[in-house]
């Protein structure tokens, strides 16, 4: 499976920004997806996930993101609102085969992952 997230960008705090994730492989449906990120001089962190049918967020972003997918479209998004300057960050898209609820929101968990686009948050 390959992984190409698109849709980083520049945007003022309170702005929006919808990430796309675009995913080879016929069997797209059947992963968990997620979404992470890594600001400057931080470690990579959970944003969102999709698994078991559910969706999951981390606290710092719940109310504002909202991950989607599109199985026809091997695509799962990530919509930004209300954007705040320490959502900066290099944002990845990633793929769990064993679609494992319960590691959902462990970097380990995932078999696969994009290159990153970044979102730059300006005050």
């Known amino acids: 499976v390959q992984l190409q997230a698109s849709g980083g960008g520049l945007v003022q705090a309170g702005g929006s920004l919808r990430l796309s994730c675009a995913a080879s492989?016929?069997?797209?449906?059947?992963?968990?997806m997620g979404w992470f990120r890594r600001a400057p001089g931080k470690e990579r962190e959970f944003v969102a996930s999709m698994s078991g049918g559910n969706t999951y967020y981390a606290d710092s972003v719940k109310g504002r993101f909202t991950i989607s997918r599109d199985n026809a479209k091997t695509t799962v998004y990530l919509q930004m609102n209300s954007l705040k300057p320490e959502d900066t960050a290099v944002y990845y898209c990633a793929a769990d085969r064993d679609n494992d609820y319960l590691r959902t929101t462990r970097t380990y968990a995932y078999d696969y992952w994009g290159r990153g686009t970044l979102v730059t948050v300006s005050s």
């Open positions: 492989g016929r069997t797209f449906s059947t992963y968990a």
